[in-house]
C-alpha cells in the first residue's frame, strides 16, 4: 500500500503553459513535505518543501500548496519551461525523526516548446 | 551546488557475490542515507547513518546489508551475498546538521544481479 500517491503518472504541457501536479498520503503524522526534481541521469534535488503549519509557499516560479483536512498537496508551476522538463517527486516525513522521505511514484513532466 | 558522488555508475555482479557501493558525500555533511529504487517503483528508504552508526534502518535493510565510513572517507554500502531482487538503484544522500534539513543526492548506482 503506497502511503503517498502521485497524480497524474505523466503529463504533458505547452511551453508557457501552468503545470498542476497533485499528491496525497495517508498517514496524519507525516508534517514536512519536500517536491524532488530529477533530470534524466541525475539524483533528484529539492525544489520545494512545505510544512504542515502552512498551507502554501512559493519559490520563482514554483509554489507547493497544502490541504492537511484532505491530506492532499500540490505542485505549480507556472509559465512552464521546456527546461522544466523532469520527473517530479512528493515525498513525505514526520520532523524530528531520523529523517527518512516516503517517496510517491513521481509525475513525468514534458514541456513541449 | 554541492555535489554527491556515487562510484561505480554501474555495477554487473553474480549472484551470491559481494558488493561495495561507494558514495562520496558532501564534505561538511553529517548525516548519511541509501535509497534503493526498482525499476517502475517508487524510491524506498533503506537506512541512514549518523556519528558511525545506524539510527534507523527499514525492513528492506537484510541482513545481508552493512553500512559504514570508516575515518570520514566513502560512505559504503556492502551487500554480502547479493541476490536477484537486490537488482535496483541505489541513491545515496548527505544532509548537513540533521534530518528534515534538504537532501542531496547522488546520480545512483544501478545494480545488475544476474
Known amino acids: 500500500q503506497q502511503q503517498v500517491r502521485q497524480s497524474p503518472q505523466s503529463l504533458t504541457v505547452w511551453e508557457g503553459g501552468t503545470t498542476v501536479l497533485t499528491c496525497s498520503y495517508e498517514d496524519s503524522t507525516f508534517n514536512y513535505f519536500p517536491w524532488y526534481q530529477q533530470f534524466p541521469g541525475e539524483g533528484p534535488a529539492l525544489l520545494i518543501s512545505?510544512?504542515?503549519?502552512?498551507d502554501k509557499k512559493e519559490d520563482g516560479r514554483f509554489t507547493t500548496f497544502f490541504n492537511k483536512r484532505e491530506k492532499k498537496l500540490s505542485l505549480h508551476i507556472i509559465d512552464s519551461q521546456p527546461g522544466d522538463s523532469a520527473t517530479y517527486f512528493c515525498?513525505?516525513?514526520?520532523?524530528?525523526?531520523?529523517?527518512?522521505?516516503?517517496f510517491g511514484l513521481g509525475t513525468t513532466l514534458q514541456v513541449q516548446p | 551546488g554541492p555535489k554527491v558522488l556515487q562510484i561505480p555508475s554501474h555495477q554487473i555482479i553474480d549472484m551470491g557475490q559481494m558488493v561495495t557501493l561507494n558514495c562520496d558525500p558532501v564534505?561538511?555533511?553529517?548525516?548519511f542515507y541509501w535509497y534503493k529504487q526498482i525499476l517502475g517503483q517508487q524510491m524506498e528508504f533503506l537506512v541512514n547513518f549518523y556519528n558511525g552508526k545506524v539510527m534507523e534502518k527499514s525492513k528492506l535493510f537484510k541482513d545481508q546489508f552493512s553500512v559504514e565510513r570508516p575515518d570520514g572517507s566513502y560512505f559504503t554500502l556492502k551487500i554480502q551475498p547479493t541476490a536477484l531482487e537486490d537488482s535496483a538503484v541505489y541513491f545515496c544522500?548527505?544532509?548537513?546538521?540533521?534530518?528534515?534539513?534538504?537532501?542531496?543526492f547522488g546520480h545512483g548506482t544501478k545494480l545488475s544481479v544476474l
Open positions: 544522500a548527505s544532509s548537513p546538521t540533521g534530518p528534515n534539513e534538504r537532501l542531496f
Open positions: 512545505i510544512l504542515s503549519v502552512s
Open positions: 564534505s561538511n555533511h553529517l548525516y
Open positions: 515525498a513525505a516525513s514526520v520532523t524530528g525523526n531520523t529523517g527518512k522521505l516516503i
